[in-house]
């Protein structure tokens, strides 16, 4: 009775939610189904093997090869096997679309990632996002399961950028961040006579619409979910089942040129050099002190002498590079100038001392997903593995989802990679794991869709 009063009084729209709320929960996703596809559809692209087991083999499967070609196609099939409605972009970005039952024109929520992988790449990075999402759809098709807005899959075209240097780059595209023409002239860095443009027309996947956010002319998307690999070490170490993510660190990117004198090193003494080699170094120390003071990351990944340089002559100048990051853009800029700060101060510590310049070469800003986006997937991952068994983390990689977040709701879920390896053959996701992050991608665009307006 009190039952029946309740549902009296709920508006059509609200007892549809309270109906789909009920069967949502009991919803379950087919781990075996999911392993079985994930590796079935890795025998494209299949390469280095490293043990006798049939899926120990990691991925060479880049960007619109024939591997690639094929498993899109085969990806095309499935969606529409399950009456999805798949629209191509002019970047070959694939959406696929299921409809909701309130038949809302609103943007479709969209589970996305990537099935292109590095050339020494493995089997997970991307490639679990995709399939989860498959499996996502699959599941609730087979349940009769009706979300109320439309939600779909996104495969984004070049997400490595290993055979077309750009990384990101169709997520990039779509969200207004990289021209298309120069996504569309980049070049096979194997074969110069072969462009992104011109795969996309081999393949047959330069769809109709435009590559954009934009409702008139593009794809807009409701909300943007993705379950992806950690390809770091925190959540192993920290015995976590999964990261809910909250947004990708800050960065930058500086060049520092530091200018001393040539000098003979065995005829200079020390108080009459300046050794631009020894305070570069004592630069790249004192960053790593400043970084780790403030619990964020300093690197100098490279460092150049000029080509005259040798053994028994100080050098005339040196480069390197430094890569700032932290989640918070003020932690970013503060390890920034106090390392500066470090670095001229050593520049007159040894000898005559040198001189300094640096140049900031990439400022990318912190992103923060969106609060309702990281609910559902907090929500999800309290009901599957209890709050004590997952975690807030911060992504250091780049994802089409820091793309998609300036655009429309975001949020990423992570599960543990064995030892944190990624773009390498040997990558793991045990199958436990791939099966636990499906399923909380699954909750998290259920619990989205039951509260998205
Ligand atoms: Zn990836």
Not at 155 to 171: D, H, L, Q, V
Not at 204 to 215: E, I, T
Request: contains cysteine; proline residues 4%; aromatic residues 6%.
């Amino acid at each position: 009775m009190f039952g029946r009063t309740i549902t009296r009084q709920l508006s059509p729209t609200a007892l549809r939610r309270s109906l789909s709320t009920t069967s949502g929960s009991r919803l379950k996703i087919n781990s075996d189904r999911l392993l079985e596809t994930l590796h079935s559809t890795c025998e494209w692209g299949a390469a280095h093997r490293y043990g006798e087991g049939p899926t120990e083999t990691g991925m060479a499967r880049l960007c619109l090869t024939d591997d690639d070609a094929k498993v899109r196609r085969w990806l095309q099939d499935e969606a529409e096997k399950l009456g999805c409605m798949v629209t191509i972009d002019q970047m070959g970005n694939m959406f696929a679309r299921q409809q909701g039952s309130l038949g809302s024109p609103a943007p479709m929520t969209a589970m996305g990632s990537h099935l292109d992988t590095q050339p020494r790449g493995g089997r997970y990075d991307g490639i679990l996002g995709v399939l989860a999402a498959l499996e996502v759809l699959r599941t609730m098709k087979e349940h009769g399961f009706r979300t109320n807005y439309d939600i779909g899959l996104v495969n984004w075209t070049n997400e490595e950028g290993a055979r077309f240097p750009k990384s990101m780059c169709s997520s990039g595209v779509w969200a207004g961040a990289i021209p298309v023409e120069s996504a569309w002239g980049l070049t096979d860095i194997f074969n110069p006579a072969v462009t992104l443009r011109s795969e996309l027309e081999r393949h047959g996947f330069f769809g109709q619409v435009a590559c954009s956010n934009d409702p008139a002319t593009g794809y807009p998307l409701g909300a943007h979910f993705e379950l992806h690999i950690e390809q770091g070490p925190i959540l192993e170490e920290a015995g976590k089942s999964v990261g809910v993510v909250r947004g990708a660190q800050g960065y930058r990117w500086l060049t520092i040129t530091v200018a001393g004198r040539d000098a003979h090193t065995g005829t200079t003494p020390l108080a009459a050099r300046r050794d631009p080699v020894l305070a570069a170094s004592k630069m790249i120390v004192a960053s790593n002190v400043v970084a780790k003071k403030y619990g964020a990351l300093a690197s100098t990944g490279v460092m150049k002498l000029p080509r005259s340089s040798s053994t028994n002559t100080v050098a005339s100048d040196v480069t390197f590079t430094l890569d700032i990051r932290h989640s918070q853009d003020r932690i970013v800029h503060a390890v920034q100038d106090e390392s500066l700060q470090a670095f001229a101060d050593i520049a007159h510590e040894d000898g005559k001392g040198v001189s300094f310049d640096w140049t900031l070469d990439t400022d990318s800003a912190a992103v923060e997903f969106d609060e309702t986006c990281i609910k559902a997937v907090q929500d999800a991952a309290t009901h599957l593995v209890g709050a004590d068994q997952w975690m807030e983390v911060t992504s250091g990689a780049g994802h089409d989802s820091v793309y998609t977040s300036r655009h429309c709701p975001t949020a990423m879920i992570f599960v543990p990679c064995k030892e944190g390896v990624s773009h390498h053959p040997e990558e793991y996701c045990s199958p436990a794991d791939c099966a636990l992050g499906t399923q909380t991608l699954l909750e998290a665009v259920v619990n989205y869709d039951r509260r998205r307006e």
